[in-house]
């Protein structure tokens, strides 16, 4: 089509605009903390047939939380079991003695939080090398402001809604506010990372969350726990579906 130079980057706007409206697709992340570690590769398979769009993965170390979980070797073992993107949340302290590890067990996205480590700027470059795509993890006392000056090494930001340590926790409210800023930091700015939410995700706040900005919805209890894991994927990714259409 031959258009005047004006007309034809109005219609790319128009789009662009659209697109942001509709804010693409929000994926769930089922996080396998809650899972039967015994029937992983089951447990994987029915969040598969709900339609999880990634799989979330904690990893603790018990210094940087109290709690301590899984690592490389489940990782490895995780990513014969699934074609989903493997998302690892790394919980410990120092993550870039170990980012590398991960990534070449498997790992598509590595999150990091800021307080672990003294070069967070060099980590993320760590990840990114490695082939795997970084992020960086906001607690719920953490500012925005902690991930400002590396916006443009993230491809993610990840929005704890509960102090990171353990599942089945209460939903922190604050993180919508956390979530609302880190949209309009992106837009400032003009950097494309992805807005991710971890804590207490459920039916009840899943449309707050996505009205808030937020693009991936990390759910453990409430997916593993629920009588079919399968179903409560799909129930969590039509209500984000619903909320994303009313925000058009
Ligand atoms: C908490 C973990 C979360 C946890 C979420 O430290 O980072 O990923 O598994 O579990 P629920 O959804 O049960 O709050
Ligand atoms: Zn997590």
Do not use: C, W
Request: glycine share 8%; aromatic share 4%.
């Amino acid at each position: 089509m031959n258009l005047p130079k004006a007309a034809a980057t109005n219609i790319v706007n128009v789009k662009d605009a659209a697109k942001n409206l509709v804010n693409v697709q929000v994926e769930i992340a089922p996080s396998i903390l809650a899972a039967n570690f015994a029937s992983l590769g089951e447990e994987i398979r029915a969040v598969e047939r709900g339609g999880a769009g990634l799989i979330h993965v904690d990893v603790m170390d018990g210094h940087f939380v109290p709690n301590i979980t899984i690592g490389v070797p489940v990782v490895a073992a995780l990513r014969k079991a699934t074609a989903l993107p493997l998302d690892v949340h790394l919980m410990i302290e120092e993550p870039e003695r170990y980012v590398e590890a991960f990534a070449q067990a498997g790992a598509d996205m590595i999150s990091v939080h800021p307080e672990a480590t003294y070069h967070l700027d060099r980590v993320l470059g760590m990840i990114r090398d490695a082939g795997a795509s970084p992020g960086a993890v906001l607690n719920p006392a953490t500012p925005v402001e902690l991930v400002s000056d590396v916006m443009e090494k993230l491809d993610f930001v990840l929005v704890m809604s509960v102090n990171p340590g353990f599942g089945g926790q209460k939903f922190i409210p604050g993180a919508l506010v956390k979530i609302r800023r880190l949209r309009e930091e992106r837009a400032r700015y003009n950097r494309p990372f992805r807005i991710e939410v971890d804590g207490g995700v459920g039916p009840e706040n899943v449309a707050d969350l996505v009205r808030a900005g937020a693009e991936i919805l990390v759910a453990g209890t409430s997916v593993f726990h629920a009588p079919d894991p399968a179903e409560a994927v799909r129930r969590l990714k039509q209500l984000a579906a619903d909320a994303v259409a009313q925000k058009v």
